[in-house]
T-cell receptor, first 114, second 112 residues
Framework: KAGVTQTPRYLIKTRGQQVTLSCSPI?????VSWYQQTPGQGLQFLFE???????NKGNFPGRFSGRQFSNSRSEMNVSTLELGDSALYLC?????????????FGPGTRLTVL | GESVGLHLPTLSVQEGDNSIINCAYS??????FIWYKQESGKGPQFIID?????DKRQGQRVTVLLNKTVKHLSLQIAATQPGDSAVYFC???????????FGKGTMLLVSP
């Protein structure tokens, strides 16, 4: 099976712009979770989508949003970018049937905000 | 606040040595724990997991030990190889929650 893929791999934006990141889960997986990874805060949970519905949400401002399509592919959007949004954004997929299902991560999208 | 944390930010070992990476958790309601490995430029990769009703679980060259009395988790890597060089994260799933909480990570450096 192909793994989790994320596009683009690298992105440079300026403050105030918006950005959309894409994640394609492993075939058959219905859950997609998004994480922000920074050197200072580590891996922080953003949100999880399952069957096109947001199932869980982390403690991030409303500028961070996401959605999931019927084929389980997911996008996350960050509006009005701030310097502090520079990070590696990771998505992870799982079957979503049980809380303990293994999450498989993609390679991430490296976002730099100038 | 309650968190999953790691004792050492960097661990340096020689090839062939056994490595032990430690993790402390503060929430007694945590009932599932996972170790992930993240190599440079890649996303985290699942290594091994353990439920709170177990004390020990073994995989290929890796063993996870759980001490619920002192809320401590460790990952032991036998015969460490240069390819084991990476950042290792522990994560926990707290009872009643459905999302993982990750620790900050420990960098393992293996020299030949």
């Amino acid at each position: 099976k192909a793994g989790v893929t994320q596009t683009p791999r690298y992105l440079i934006k300026t403050r105030g712009q918006q950005v959309t990141l894409s994640c394609s889960p492993i075939s058959g997986h219905r859950s997609v979770s998004w994480y922000q990874q920074t050197p200072g805060q580590g891996l922080q949970f953003l949100f999880e989508y399952f069957s096109e519905t947001q199932r869980n949400k982390g403690n991030f401002p409303g500028r961070f949003s996401g959605r999931q399509f019927s084929n389980s592919r997911s996008e996350m959007n960050v509006s009005t970018l701030e310097l502090g949004d520079s990070a590696l954004y990771l998505c992870a997929s799982s079957s979503g049937q049980a809380k303990t299902d293994t999450q498989y991560f993609g390679p991430g999208t490296r976002l730099t905000v100038l | 606040g309650e968190s999953v944390g790691l004792h050492l930010p960097t661990l340096s070992v020689q090839e062939g040595d056994n490595s032990i990476i430690n993790c402390a958790y503060s929430n007694s309601a945590s009932d599932y724990f996972i170790w992930y490995k993240q190599e440079s430029g890649k996303g985290p990769q699942f290594i091994i997991d353990i439920r709170s009703n177990m004390d020990k679980r073994q995989g290929q060259r890796v063993t996870v030990l759980l001490n619920k009395t002192v809320k401590h988790l460790s990952l032991q890597i036998a015969a460490t190889q240069p390819g084991d060089s990476a950042v290792y994260f522990c994560a926990d799933l707290r009872r009643g929650y459905s999302t993982l909480t990750f620790g900050k990570g420990t960098m393992l450096l293996v020299s030949p």
